[in-house]
């Protein structure tokens, strides 16, 4: 008897869960990917600010996944699904089979209308992205070292977070401990009142999905290192040297873009309508409407909470949904039983901005500063895919810790003939 055989297209938390509770079955399991690594997220902002490199938020999907004899991965880009065949659609031209099909994606940065503004002020959800963002940070400090202008050096020393949200917040807090522990101890020429940091925010506030006092402790914060916060101030125009915010042109050397997400195009391959941020609307089993045998979970799904409100796009949520929906597969798969629906376990909500500091969300009650900083420490390390990682992450915060030192500061030969075209 041939056994059933799972897809699962995106090797990120949702999808690694899922694959996970699936393994060593009488399931064949199939995990495509077009990258050949799985990438923690969360922490990537630490790589576009020299304080890890990738390779500690970054693990090969193959290597996690090899203890599972049942579990094949692809490296592929998905560029449809063919539902009556019951197919998946690569790029490439395969095509991979499936009795049931999990979707999880992930999401991309939302530009609003401007792709183009991608290749000025990159997004953090690729290592890609946090190496171009980190390679134009030190970039700016070392032209402006050698700059004799002294409107370009504070042009080059002026970095620009687009979205108020925690990655925003997080990249607002890290650059600028970055240019203040570089300033006094790595440039001679450069001096504090040199480097500036902005952090534009549409909105009324910042971190408007968290009560609002943990919103005021961090925008307090922030304004106490040295970051601009500049609410209801919506960018209109960005370039490579430059960016238009509510009609006032500013000079930056660096942009970076976290002002929200929109959902993979899997709602087009499936046909359907989609939802909010174009997120797939499912049932409370992770089941697609209409579409039998097909599920979606993580930031491509639109999943309500008991409160009939949208989950957020977090990483607990795909992991739990993950966690559920490959026990659920495999218990219908193999015995026939039908599933009871996803139901979300809230840890709490989190971001860090800055050294000692951060804000913890559990809902009745709130946490912030150092025991929030350690906490969310503690929270992060414990996300990370093995003990190795875990290991390798802990040492260098405790050493950064200790020192202030970041050991990341690297810009590799591509990047540094940038700096050797500059007359």
Not at 138 to 157: I, N, W
Not at 325 to 346: I, W, Y
Not at 386 to 412: C, H, M, P
Request: aromatic share 8%; hydrophobic share 45%; net charge neutral.
């Amino acid at each position: 008897m041939t056994k059933p055989h799972v897809v699962i297209i995106g090797a990120g938390f949702g999808g690694l869960a899922c694959a996970k509770a699936l393994g060593n079955s009488d399931v064949r399991v199939t995990v495509i990917d077009r990258r050949n690594h799985n990438l923690f997220q969360p922490l990537l902002y630490q790589v576009a600010t020299a304080a890890l490199s990738p390779a500690d938020v970054s693990e090969p999907i193959r290597r996690t996944l090899a203890r599972y004899d049942n579990i094949r991965v692809l490296m592929g880009e998905v560029s449809g699904i063919d539902v009556e065949a019951k197919q998946a659609l690569l790029a490439d031209g395969a095509r991979i089979s499936y009795d049931r099909l999990v979707i999880a994606t992930g999401s991309e940065y939302n530009y609003f209308g401007h792709p183009d503004w991608h290749k000025h002020a990159p997004g953090l959800k690729s290592v890609h992205e946090a190496r171009q963002i980190r390679h134009r940070l030190l970039l700016a400090f070392e032209r402006a070292e050698r700059s004799t202008d002294e409107s370009e050096k504070r042009r080059l020393l002026t970095s620009v977070v687009v979205g108020g949200g925690p990655t925003g917040v997080e990249m607002a807090g890290a650059i600028s401990e970055l240019g203040t522990f570089m300033i006094a101890n790595d440039f001679d020429s450069l001096a504090h009142d040199q480097f500036r940091v902005l952090l534009v925010e549409a909105g009324p506030r910042i971190l408007a999905g968290f009560p609002e006092d943990l919103a005021d402790y961090a925008a307090n914060y922030l304004t106490r290192i040295g970051v601009e916060i500049r609410l209801e101030s919506a960018v209109e125009e960005i370039e490579a040297t430059r960016i238009r915010i509510a009609g006032e042109w500013l000079p930056a050397g660096s942009i970076v873009w976290g002002a929200g997400v929109k959902a993979s195009p899997a709602a087009h391959w499936l046909g359907v309508e989609p939802g909010a941020a174009g997120r797939i609307p499912v049932k409370a089993d992770l089941t697609v409407p209409g579409r039998p045998g097909i599920y979606a979970l993580g930031d491509t799904a639109l999943t309500l909470g008991a409160d009939e409100k949208p989950l957020p796009a977090l990483a607990q949520v795909a992991k739990q949904q993950g966690t559920y929906l490959g026990k659920a597969l495999r218990a219908e798969l193999l015995s026939g039983r039908t599933p009871g629906p996803f139901a979300f376990h809230n840890r709490g909500n989190t971001a860090v901005i800055g050294r000692n500091a951060a804000i913890f969300d559990f809902g009745r009650w709130h946490l912030k500063g150092r025991l929030a900083w350690f906490l969310w420490a503690i929270v992060h390390v414990w996300l990370l895919v093995n003990f190795e990682k875990r290991l390798l992450v802990s040492i260098q915060w405790v050493w950064r810790y200790a020192t202030r030192q970041r050991g990341a500061r690297l810009i590799d030969e591509d990047a540094a003939d940038q700096l050797r075209s500059v007359p």
